[in-house]
């Protein structure tokens, strides 16, 4: 099998894989970043000055953690150095974006706790994700049913999930909102009163 067929299908077209490694739970891939130099503010640089291993949570592959080992480079500059970036992972974060949307898809079908235990975390890990979104949505023609599902995740915490009903596709996802907040929403969005 190709080599970049396999990047392409665990999402790293960004890096050159080195080695797989397949254990019981997770699947370590170790990589570096494809670029051989890093730009900053106009100059641009080839010469590393340290290296590091950051382990990057990047994926689910049949109910295995896809961990990226990844050997991030630091560039000398003129006047300063600088650690490179490293695709589709925010600064100072653990997780790939990947990893982030793959845990909310994921939420769909599964369980909140259940979704951040099954990938080596917290239960609150997926509200976090939840409470980072953003609550605008639109709302598609020809919607006719619609259904809310609300769950506690601890005793002060609640996720509400908007489904076409008719469709069986998801709306939108209200994060972290008491009744009266989740009415006060809806009545921004709709002029009708929600009892």
Wanted: with cysteine.
């Amino acid at each position: 099998m190709p080599s970049n067929y396999f990047s392409k299908t665990l999402k790293l077209e960004a890096y050159v894989i080195d080695e797989v490694h397949d254990y019981s739970d997770e699947v370590h891939i170790h990589c570096h970043v494809r670029k051989r130099g890093m730009w900053f503010e106009g100059e641009y640089s080839k010469k590393i000055t340290e290296e590091k291993l950051r382990r990057i949570s990047h994926m689910m592959l049949e109910n295995k953690q896809v961990v990226l080992l990844v050997k991030q480079r630091r560039f000398a500059f003129k006047v300063t150095k600088r650690w490179e970036r490293l695709p589709d992972v925010k600064k100072y974060k653990q997780t790939s974006n990947t990893f982030r949307l793959n845990t909310l898809r994921e939420l769909q079908r599964d369980n909140y706790s259940g979704s951040g235990h099954k990938r080596h975390r917290s239960g609150m890990f997926p509200m976090k994700l939840l409470d980072a979104l953003g609550m605008n949505f639109t709302w598609r023609k020809g919607i006719r049913r619609v259904g809310l599902d609300g769950k506690y995740v601890r005793h002060n915490k609640a996720v509400h999930h908007l489904a076409d009903l008719d469709e069986g596709k998801s709306i939108t996802i209200f994060p972290d909102l008491s009744q009266a907040q989740l009415k006060k929403n809806f009545n921004k969005k709709f002029p009708r009163k929600i009892d």
